[in-house]
Each structure stands twice: as C-alpha cells, then as structure tokens.
T-cell receptor, first 116, second 119 residues
C-alpha cells in the first residue's frame, strides 16, 4: 500500500545549527504535503505546506523542499533553537486536486533534539 | 478559545467498558477528522466527516469503534468494550473542508488529544 516514511527517527543538533528532516513518500499521486510539529502532550501544529507544482517554499526560519522525481520531501530549520525540539511529521494527501479536502497520511515522525 | 477542543484530556477505564471522547472543532470548519496515536508512533487515520456527506469510516479498526457528528459541529468517538490495545492518544482535527475554492487549504488543525488508558 501507499506510505509516507522518514529516513531518520532521531536528530540531535546544537543550538544555532541548521536542521534538515527528511521524508520519503511512495504515492506518486500525492500532490499536497504538510509538515507538522508536535510537542510533548500537545496535538500536531501546522508548520508549512507545499503543493506539487512547487519545489520549494519558505516560511519563517523554515524551508520545505520537494523533489518529485525521487519522491522526497525535506524540512529545513535555520538557526535551530531549543524551542524547536519536538517530533516532526510529514503528511501527504493524494486528493487535494481542486478542492480543499484531504485525508492525510502521516509518516512515523522524527524526534528533533536541540542542545543548548 | 478558537482552537479545536477535546475532552476529557485523560481517560482511564477498565477493560470491557465503553468510552466516549468529545471533539469541538473550530467554528466554521466543515471537515472533522479523528486519528489515533500510539506511543512513539505516527497518526493513524480513523474517520472523516465532511458536511452532510456520509463519513469516510475506512480507518476504523473494528466495529467496536464508531463516531458521530451532530449538527455538523461537535463529534463523539465511541469505543465499546474497550481492550488494552485501544490505549492511545485520540486526536481530533478540523479543516475548512471541501468546496472552499482552489486557494483554500486543507490544513488540519489539531486538538491536544484525549489520552485513553485501558487497564
């Protein structure tokens, strides 16, 4: 079946470094992707999204890169801070099309730990 | 508040008992989703409601699980005859939903979840 997965389950970085979290997807029909951040005891929080007609999108300190050729998605966090420590999930949707509906398929998550 | 609200935040029950979990979506969101998250795992889709359409129940793991959404707003997830393997965090999310136009986003906004422990 279709799946979304992450290459690395854990990532430890020093404060101030840049972080890169990777995600592979297998559904070639996926046309919409979202990154979520989940802190302990909380629900996932939206970070940034990207549609398949783009290969890069930037937010505040975050950049998402999409490589459709190899079905790979990455989240880059610049100048990582201790408050960025959380579990990061990528999610994909293969039914966004021209509507806003999307049943998301989530990856397993990457634990990011930022050391002061 | 303006976010998704779930109650209770924690629920401890005995094996075999029924439980009801509640979700109040963001006002104006027509789509509502339930997910299950086991410890250290990703999110497992359970069920999706969109407006007055029949819900997508494809993720419900057994017939002990059911959900309803009354008046297109509040939703209740019911687990009958709970088993220990049902222990998990149950997350609810809402989004603008279908028919909102090409520029609308199906970003799902999550509640804090209900942590269910079945003894």
């Amino acid at each position: 079946g279709e799946s979304v997965g992450l290459h690395l389950p854990t990532l430890s970085v020093q404060e101030g470094d840049n972080s890169i979290i990777n995600c592979a997807y297998s559904n070639s029909a996926s046309d919409y992707f979202i990154w979520y951040k989940q802190e302990s005891g909380k629900g996932p929080q939206f970070i940034i999204d990207i549609r398949s007609n783009m290969d890069k999108r930037q937010g505040q300190r975050v950049t998402v890169l999409l490589n459709k050729t190899v079905k790979h998605l990455s989240l880059q966090i610049a100048a990582t801070q201790p408050g960025d420590s959380a579990v990061y999930f990528c999610a994909e949707n293969a039914n966004a099309g021209g509507t806003s509906y999307g049943k998301l398929t989530f990856g397993q998550g990457t634990i990011l730990t930022v050391h002061p | 508040g303006a976010g998704v609200s779930q109650s209770p935040s924690n629920k401890v029950t005995e094996k075999g008992k029924d439980v009801e979990l509640r979700c109040d979506p963001i006002s104006g969101h027509t789509a509502l989703y339930w997910y299950r998250q086991s410890l250290g795992q990703g999110l497992e889709f359970l069920i999706y409601f969109q407006g007055n359409s029949a819900p997508d129940k494809s993720g419900l793991p057994s017939d002990r699980f059911s959900a309803e959404r009354t008046g297109g707003s509040v939703s209740t997830l019911t687990i009958q005859r709970t088993q220990q393997e049902d222990s998990a965090v149950y997350l609810c999310a809402s989004s603008l939903g279908e028919g909102q136009g090409l520029k609308a986003k199906n970003i799902q906004y999550f509640g804090a979840g209900t942590r269910l422990s079945v003894l």
